[in-house]
């Protein structure tokens, strides 16, 4: 029984595979979005040429994504394909994290949600390597290892503890506007665990996970970064992208 699970499991995983790979052609070589598209490409290239995100040009986000882009650029070259191929591991992590969060129910719930979530993440922007995808993919594979420590004991809750808190703090770093979320979510599964072992382990994950903001805030100022990733996107937004209150 054990190994039938096992592999329709994997069939399933091929499965959503095959869906994510009957689109990607177009994907790669089709027009992307030429402003959100173009800070994934440009905002990493000047951050490599020593520019500093919040203080050199205008960045609404965290920073952990262009500093990540940056190395993976690095390695694998600075070109559009690079890009979108990153942006293509974002959106595999998002739909995995979901099957995994849906396979406690069964591998049908599983393959539906894994597939609606594909049609979902790869319609809207394409392969975009967004720090939103990544935030998300991040967010939700933090609430897998949480969940996983509910379940287990020992080294393996513990090593699930910390991995949980650091994904939480690496989601931050990509997007900051999480913390609501996050913050509900794991402060409710704290609710369920057992001792204040599980919030210790959690906290030392999510202290080294937000490092990379530490040393963006050294880099940046905190003034210009608290500018730059909280009042500039949450306050002083342009008209257009505010909706009227009350709304007419």
Do not use: C
């Amino acid at each position: 029984g054990q190994i039938n699970g096992v592999l329709l499991g994997l069939a399933i995983i091929a499965m959503v595979m095959v869906v994510v790979a009957i689109p990607l052609r177009g994907l790669f070589i089709a027009t992307g979005s030429s402003m959100e598209e173009g800070f994934m490409l440009v905002f990493p290239e000047r951050m490599m040429r020593g520019d500093v995100p919040n203080v050199d040009f205008l960045h609404l986000y965290g920073p952990l994504s262009i500093h990540v882009l940056a190395g993976w650029y690095k390695v694998f070259g600075y070109t559009l394909e690079s890009q979108r191929t990153f942006g293509l591991l974002q959106h595999l992590g998002i739909i995995f994290g979901v099957y995994a969060l849906a396979r406690v129910w069964s591998h049908l719930t599983a393959a539906l949600a894994a597939l609606t979530v594909t049609v979902l993440v790869l319609t809207p922007i394409g392969l975009s390597a967004l720090a939103w995808e990544g935030a998300v993919a991040l967010a939700v594979w933090s609430v897998v290892f949480a969940l996983r420590a509910q379940h287990t004991s020992g080294r393996s809750r513990s090593v699930a503890l910390v991995v949980a808190g650091l994904l939480v703090g690496f989601a931050l770093g990509y997007r900051p506007d999480l913390v609501l979320a996050l913050a509900l979510v794991h402060g409710w599964l704290l609710l369920r665990s057992r001792g204040t072992a599980s919030v210790r382990r959690l906290l030392i994950g999510f202290a080294v996970g937000l490092l990379p903001i530490v040393v963006h805030l050294a880099m940046a100022g905190v003034g210009p970064s608290i500018r730059g990733m909280v009042l500039d996107p949450v306050v002083f937004l342009r008209g257009g992208r505010r909706l009227p209150v009350p709304p007419p």
